[in-house]
């Protein structure tokens, strides 16, 4: 854990002084993509190869369509209390 926790301060801190060129950002822009593809098709793998997870993919899937609908209906709720307060005080300064 401390070694990504370095890798992530070092990569930070090259960052913020501008250490590397545009040509080299690019590159690890495309060498980061590839990478995360790699580990998302590592996941896969993992995943299927697991039987105990296979067998219990129908309730991870309607647990996961429950969470992740209750999600977005919560935060379409709190945008439109959001938006009606703003509404609210917007109009009461635009009256003074």
């Not at 926790?5 to 080299?24: A, H, N, P, R």
């Not at 990478?35 to 647990?63: F, H, P, R, S, W």
């Amino acid at each position: 854990m401390e070694e990504i926790i370095i890798c992530i301060t070092v990569g930070i801190l090259l960052g913020w002084f501008d250490v590397l060129s545009y040509k080299v950002k690019m590159w690890l822009n495309k060498l980061s993509l590839c990478c995360l593809y790699l580990m998302l098709v590592c996941l896969g793998a993992k995943i299927g190869c697991d039987a105990n997870l296979l067998a219990q993919i129908e309730t991870l899937g309607k647990q996961s369509l429950i969470l992740g609908s209750s999600t977005i209906l919560g935060t379409m709720v709190m945008f439109y209390i959001i938006i009606k307060l703003f509404a609210r005080n917007f109009d009461a300064e635009e009256g003074k």
